[in-house]
């Protein structure tokens, strides 16, 4: 993507906690690269605009040499006008008690009409993820009301699960992150998760060798990667923010310039039937960016225990699914 041309990247909930970890970080060029200029488009809702203007003086008085400007909206069909990226964060956080399926009816209508306006204006390239939770089944509405966008384009961000696994087993393993590579995530931004380590290697041996330690791997790893934000949430008093807006970064920089040769990253993309996975859900897959596009990697053997964790996780989606579709938001 690299040219002096700027690429527009519209960031929804701009004045929110992940828009104030993530707009500078994109302004600095960490999302698409030291060579990639971009023009910030922030969406908000009304009584956001204010607070999203403050964020922009902000920006102002940062001087990034590839800020190359700012534009404030209220409304879909202005901010995604020509977009080449877009961020969708704008929506409910989860508080206290709260679990993503109360969340479905409320979020919902947000991304009906942010993907209407995207179908409408936004550029040819366009590329979105959607991070506000529910995160998979914000990211199957808006696609469904972007028919003449391809699907894949289309993605939800469960990155930060896939970080948040990395940072668990290193730990675990006493190594730094750096070694380990083919971590998966599969299925639903949630509780539901299968945080994958039998793929995964260190320094290039088989991680499930090294850790070794089934009571482990199902009675931490795979509840602490799980619950993470629940956890964040306990002890901030917030969702997670910063590390939020670092895996909406890594997701889209891999997206746009390609996965390290020989590893994969986890990310939530329009299924195409793969392991498993009914056609046409979003759900995480094991996946490479090759030539700016994602692609599930294949021929991964999938034993029963892993078999059942996916499966009741995309069994959550296709209830999430089913509940849109039933208050008409598909
Ligand atoms: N996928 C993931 O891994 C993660 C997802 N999240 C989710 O990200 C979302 C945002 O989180 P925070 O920034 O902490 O929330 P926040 O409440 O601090 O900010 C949300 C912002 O979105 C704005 N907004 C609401 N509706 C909008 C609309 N229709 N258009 C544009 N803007 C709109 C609000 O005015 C607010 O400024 C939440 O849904 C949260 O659950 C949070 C952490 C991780
Ligand atoms: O749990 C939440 O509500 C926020 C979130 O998605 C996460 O931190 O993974």
Redesign the pocket.
């Known amino acids: 993507m690299a040219s002096n041309t700027p690429v527009n990247v519209t960031v929804t909930g701009a004045a929110g906690q992940i828009g104030y970890a993530l707009l500078f970080r994109i302004a600095s060029g960490q999302l698409l690269g030291p060579d990639t200029p971009v023009k910030l488009r922030l969406l908000e809702i009304p009584q956001g605009v204010k607070a999203a203007e403050g964020t922009a003086m902000e920006l102002d008085d940062c001087a990034f040499p590839l800020l190359a400007g700012i534009d404030i909206f209220d409304e879909p069909n202005a901010g995604f006008e020509g977009a080449n990226v877009a961020l969708l964060v704008g929506a409910r ?2 508080t206290a008690g ?1 679990e ?1 399926g109360d969340l479905l009816s409320a979020n919902g209508g947000i991304f009906k009409p942010q993907g209407a306006a995207i179908n409408a204006g936004a550029a040819d390239d366009i590329r979105v993820l959607v991070v506000g ?1 529910p ?1 998979n089944t914000n990211a199957l509405i808006a696609q469904q009301h972007a028919p003449d966008v391809p699907a894949e384009r289309f993605t939800a961000m469960t990155r ?2 896939h970080n948040r696994a990395l940072s668990q087993l290193a730990k675990k393993a006493g190594v730094p992150v750096a070694e380990i590579t083919r971590l998966t995530i599969w299925g639903n ?1 949630s509780a539901t998760q299968y945080p994958d380590i039998f793929h995964a290697e260190i320094a290039g041996r088989p991680a499930s060798d090294v850790v070794a330690d089934q009571a482990w791997l199902e009675g931490d790893f795979i509840p602490t990667v799980a619950k ?3 956890a ?2 306990a002890a901030r008093g917030a ?2 923010a910063a ?2 807006a670092n895996a909406a970064v890594d997701h889209v920089f891999d997206w746009v310039n390609g996965t390290p040769e020989g590893d994969w990253t986890s990310a939530g993309i329009v299924s195409d039937g793969s392991y498993g996975v009914p056609e046409g859900l979003i759900s995480s897959f094991p996946v490479r960016s090759v030539g700016g596009r994602w692609e599930i990697v294949q021929g991964l053997d999938v034993d029963e225990f892993s078999r059942a964790r996916i499966d009741a996780s995309v069994a959550e989606l296709v209830e999430e699914r089913d509940a849109v579709r039933e208050l008409g938001l598909i």
């Open positions: 956080p989860r709260m993503r939770n995160a930060l699960d931004h993470r934000g629940a964040i949430i969702s997670s590390s939020a």
